[in-house]
């Protein structure tokens, strides 16, 4: 399975992105999705997950509301889009994907794409 993150760039403040996860190599709709960021300097946090079943989401206390991840399956693509952006949204943010069910630890992710970086500026 690979995945294959892009949809990042350089924003400013208050702006909104939509970062887009493509999945080949194997059965997307067999797949829970996360969105992962890692700032630099500190750890790989996740920010939203989503089950093979879409109404099942997670996202951290800190990130509910501003972040919405969401998945199309006749497209094998995962969807993170961000608003309100922040200074303090600046990381490489990564995709991640898992047989079954999400989990929100980075490391029972088996398959991860490259990251894509998002730079806010203020």
């Known amino acids: 399975v690979q995945l294959q993150a892009s949809g990042g760039g350089l924003v400013q403040a208050g702006a909104s992105l939509k970062l887009s996860c493509v999945v080949s190599?194997?059965?997307?709709?067999?797949?829970?999705m996360a969105w992962f960021r890692q700032a630099p300097g500190k750890s790989r946090d996740i920010v939203a997950s989503?089950?093979?079943?879409?109404?099942?989401?997670y996202y951290p206390d800190s990130m509910k509301g501003r972040f919405a991840i969401s998945r199309d399956n006749a497209k094998n693509t995962a969807y993170l889009e961000i608003n309100h952006l922040k200074v303090e949204d600046t990381a490489i943010y990564y995709c991640?994907?898992?047989?079954?069910?999400?989990?929100?630890?980075?490391?029972?992710?088996?398959?991860w794409g490259q990251g894509t970086l998002v730079t806010v500026s203020s």
């Open positions: 991640a994907a898992r047989a079954g069910y999400s989990s929100r630890v980075a490391v029972d992710y088996a398959y």
């Open positions: 190599g194997g059965p997307f709709r067999d797949h829970a």
């Open positions: 989503m089950d093979l079943d879409v109404s099942t989401t």
